[in-house]
């Protein structure tokens, strides 16, 4: 049922540690399956995706977003005859190493790293599924495949070597430079054991996870700003593609109510994005008839991508959001009152490690330098969920 160019599981490259092969599940499959019952994912579930986590019940956070991005990922993986179990995994990890606060909170421990060998969401999620998770009886981590490793480090595109500022035709941030010496220590480390050839790009299945989280975000976004009323469904009738959308819904059904409304119009903005994403890929795939996963890690660009007239158009839409929901005013006052818990969290638990719980007492026995102890800090605060950091704020810092 798979294409030549997916990833076969037959021909995975294996774990860092060897394991028998699961009776029931690929490769993939199981790997899926860990994240799922990782410590790490569950912690998603009270992590901000944009409204920190207690503003509201009906607000995506870290989790729902996720589970969003691995339902976008298997529909177009299964449209373009690649591996889904390989392409919800990506997209079940993509996002677990996002500290608390979100990309508020990123930004805080990047700067405050930055002495100490710097800080990425992709990294720390390496690091946490390599590491940090300590559960099996033979080894740290989750012991995934080397496939769901590549494509949880390099999704968006490749982070060295001539290509790194080739991304997925996604607008998602990311690390790139010209040598590893740049990359944060938490990929390096790693990549130093089991080498995720960091100059290539990804498979189709993490270039296909890679833009499902655009369209996931890009649609659910507007759905929270709308109940936020950080903009208003007039606002949005003047933006490319939902202008339409409302258009066509208020033609089938006048009169709808607001909630139905919305609904149906960002519904069919969502699957405008899916199906466009669907068919370029399929239009390129034919063209350059790859005939092995190697092949699509090869090119010189992504073969998962937006066309450039919808890619335009989400720019705007993104820009709008931009503008109107990621700084707007209630939200920058928020930003800036978690970025000041995380600046007071971190360099208390510096000067004074013996807050950290008994079970972190060990690792900071071992620490034979402050950059040593930075990193077992930072593994400790970007672990913590919003509500648990705003209340050890609470508790510590008052």
């Known amino acids: 049922m798979l294409q030549p160019y997916a990833s076969q599981p037959g021909q995975t490259r294996g774990r860092l540690h060897p394991e028998a092969i699961s009776t029931f599940r690929s490769p993939f499959q199981r790997d899926r399956d860990r994240i799922i019952h990782s410590s790490a994912f569950r912690r998603l579930k009270h992590k901000t995706q944009v409204f920190v986590e207690h503003e509201g019940d009906y607000y995506r956070t870290r989790l729902t977003h996720s589970i969003e991005v691995a339902q976008v990922a298997r529909t177009i993986a299964g449209a373009l005859g690649l591996n889904e179990g390989l392409a919800e995994a990506v997209a079940l990890a993509h996002d677990l190493g996002h500290p608390p606060f979100g990309h508020t909170g990123e930004d805080a421990l990047a700067e405050l790293m930055a002495p100490y060998g710097g800080f990425d969401h992709n990294a720390q999620a390496i690091r946490i599924v390599t590491k940090l998770e300590k559960h099996y009886a033979d080894f740290d981590g989750l012991n995934l495949t080397w496939e769901s490793l590549e494509g949880i480090a390099k999704h968006n595109g490749p982070l060295i070597g001539p290509n790194a500022d080739e991304g997925v035709g996604t607008l998602e941030a990311r690390a790139k430079g010209p040598g590893m010496d740049e990359l944060p220590y938490a990929l390096r480390e790693f990549n130093d054991r089991f080498d995720l050839e960091l100059h290539t790009f990804a498979s189709a299945e993490a270039q296909v996870a890679a833009i499902a989280d655009d369209v996931a975000y890009n649609h659910h976004d507007l759905h929270d700003g709308l109940r936020a009323g950080l903009f208003t469904t007039d606002d949005l009738c003047e933006l490319p593609l939902t202008g339409p959308a409302y258009g066509e819904v208020d033609k089938l059904y006048p009169g709808l109510d607001p909630n139905r409304r919305d609904h149906e119009a960002l519904r069919r903005v969502f699957g405008v994005m899916v199906e466009d994403v669907i068919a370029i890929a399929t239009n390129r795939l034919d063209s350059a008839r790859p005939e092995s996963a190697q092949d699509i890690r090869d090119m010189d660009r992504t073969i998962i991508r937006f066309s450039k007239p919808l890619y335009q158009n989400i720019k705007t839409i993104k820009q709008f959001l931009f503008e109107r929901m990621y700084r707007a ?31 972190w007492r060990e690792d900071v026995e071992g620490a034979n330098s402050d950059e040593a102890l930075a990193r077992i800090v930072l593994d400790y605060v970007a672990g913590m969920t919003d509500r648990f950091a705003i209340r050890e704020h609470e508790r510590l810092c008052r």
């Not at 009152?337 to 079970?359: G, N, Y």
């Open 329 to 359: 005013p209630s939200v920058m006052k928020e930003r800036a009152r978690v970025t000041e818990m995380i600046k007071a969290l971190f360099p208390l638990f510096m000067a004074q490690p013996d807050l950290l719980p008994v079970e």
